[in-house]
């Protein structure tokens, strides 16, 4: 799908909100790190929907969402992504929590390799010779990992793989952005319910409703998932997916420099060496849309 100048500048202030946002989660996950990852991404999910919803009325588009559920291709589509960013979900959690910020951060840089290849080898657009450059030199700096910091690429691996296949669904379903948003959480809630269950009936009970504090910013995370990601949505409709993957770099930079100051986590050389690598990639990526006077880089 070729990129308009129209289009492009339409779709950037999204993505650089969506990014924002994304990238200063991890603050907010601090304040909420004593709920366990499977419980709060059930939470979520309970919380995303009825702002979905109430905004959705407000746009005059719960038609459009009716006319989805009733398509059974639509819905099989919805219900993929749907599954993809809930696993995204858990494993950012997880990571974050644990600890593991660098891991988090690499994902998201690695992220836009995964969107330059969906782009290209699956929507047909093209990159330059400056572009695969940068592809080879990102996918150097992910090959560091593999002998310095092998227990944590996974969890680089998955966020990218997880995010990049989930942004490609959603720009290929004929659904808009808040609609299939809010399938996706209508398709997730019943897990969801399941797993707020299997906690309230274990013996530590539930995270919610004892510290109304931790209530109140269990709830908030409806807003912080349904808002960047209504963001998002946006943006992969309206810009060059390999465009667009290379916008996110903001993301995982504000949490790289909050995995060095306010978690104070040391880095390891290879993680090290693959941050550098991946810097260098995107340093040509954007020469290469400079030259090449793409909207974005305007």
């Known amino acids: 799908m070729n990129e308009t100048p129209a289009s ?27 709920v366990p990852p499977v419980e709060f991404v059930a939470w979520r999910i309970v919380w995303t929907l009825p702002l979905c919803l109430v905004i959705a009325g ?48 690499l994902g998201y ?25 940068a592809v080879v030199i990102a996918a150097a700096g992910i090959a560091l990992l593999l002998g310095g910091a092998l227990t944590t690429l996974w969890i680089s691996l998955t966020l990218a793989l997880s995010f990049g296949a989930y942004g490609l669904l959603r720009k290929r379903v004929p659904v808009g952005a808040l609609p299939g948003l809010t399938i996706e959480s209508l398709i997730l809630l019943l897990p969801a319910f399941c797993v707020i269950g299997w906690y309230a009936s274990a013996p530590q009970g539930s995270s919610f409703g004892h510290e109304w504090p931790l209530s109140l910013l269990i709830v908030l995370g409806g807003a912080l998932t349904a808002i960047p990601l209504w963001l998002f949505a946006v943006a992969a409709r309206r810009m060059a997916y390999s465009t667009l993957g290379f916008v996110q770099f903001l993301s995982p930079t504000i949490v790289f420099v909050l995995g060095l100051t306010v978690f104070d986590k040391p880095l390891l050389p290879a993680q090290l060496c693959a941050f550098i690598a991946i810097w260098i990639a995107i340093a040509v990526f954007v020469w290469d849309l400079r030259a090449s006077r793409t909207p974005i880089a305007t």
Do not use: C, D, M
């Not at 038609?63 to 858990?90: H, M």
């Not at 840089?109 to 450059?133: C, D």
């Open 8 to 34: 492009s500048r339409s779709g950037l202030p999204a993505a650089l909100g969506a990014y924002l946002i994304w990238g200063f989660l991890p603050l907010y996950l601090i304040l909420v790190q004593s």
């Open 109 to 133: 840089y690695i992220n836009p390799l995964i969107n330059v290849l969906l782009g290209t080898v699956l929507l047909g657009e093209r990159l330059s010779a400056r572009g695969w450059t």
């Open 58 to 105: 407000f746009r005059h588009q719960l038609p459009e969402i009716l006319a989805a559920l009733r398509s059974p291709k639509v819905l099989a589509t919805l219900t993929l992504s749907a599954a993809l960013i809930g696993i995204n979900w858990l494993v950012y959690i997880w990571a974050i929590q644990t600890g593991e910020v660098y891991a988090a951060s």
